[in-house]
T-cell receptor, first 110, second 113 residues
């Protein structure tokens, strides 16, 4: 699959903060997906984006499909403790294969 | 029942053992996938089955052998594994290839000793 660069690799959140992460690709995608994985669980789909420029929300989560079709970002507003976990971006070009980022690990700041 | 169920959840095996991972989906999907997840690395697609036919074999070593007896079940047979094969193995399913998004199971945490 294609190489996706996801950043940051990790972040600390404080309850109530807004946080943001992004994903870039060297090639164009037709679909961008954002997943969350809790410890000991499989990834769960949060948001799916199918059109350049699309901005989609799921509760406190908002994701956008970049205009260049080579990037996407995910925002979490007013973070809460249960937002901790690993967030993955994934992209798909013309076929069925998904390329995944390495993940952003979100933990609570003590 | 959850949509995609994987068993066992944890497995420790020696390098000379033979074991199998099982995946079952209750979503009526017709495509199933095996992924390998290693720490701090992107998910790696291993195998894809569509309508019980294998459509993808991503240069995976032959010590991993998939089997899809019907559209609801997927197995990964393991033999003579190496310690570097230790990882979380995730099964997923979707309705069609690339037309709808995949649902993942909880994974099998495999440790090779």
């Amino acid at each position: 699959g294609q190489q996706l660069n996801q950043s940051p690799q990790s972040m600390f959140i404080q309850e109530g903060e807004d946080v943001s992460m992004n994903c870039t690709s060297s090639s164009i995608f037709n679909t961008w997906l954002w997943y969350k994985q809790d410890p000991g669980e499989g990834p769960v789909l949060l948001i799916a984006l199918y059109k350049a420029g699309e901005l989609t929300s799921n509760g406190r989560l908002t994701a956008q499909f970049g205009i260049t079709r080579k990037d996407s970002f995910l925002n979490i507003s007013a973070s809460i403790p249960s937002d901790v976990g690993i967030y993955f971006c994934a992209g798909r070009a013309d076929d069925y294969k998904l390329s995944f980022g390495a993940g952003t690990t979100v933990t609570v700041r003590a | 029942e959850t949509g995609v169920t994987q068993t066992p959840r944890h497995l420790v095996m020696g390098m000379t053992n033979k074991k199998s991972l099982k995946c079952e989906q209750h979503l009526g999907h017709n495509a199933m996938y095996w992924y390998k997840q290693s720490a701090k690395k992107p998910l790696e697609l291993m195998f894809v089955y569509s309508l019980e036919e294998r459509v993808e074999n991503n240069s995976v070593p032959s010590r991993f052998s998939p089997e899809c007896p019907n559209s609801s079940h997927l197995f990964l047979h393991l033999h003579t594994l190496q310690p570097e094969d230790s990882a979380l193995y995730l099964c997923a399913s979707s309705q069609g290839l690339g037309r709808t998004e995949a649902f993942f199971g909880q994974g099998t945490r495999l440790t090779v000793v």
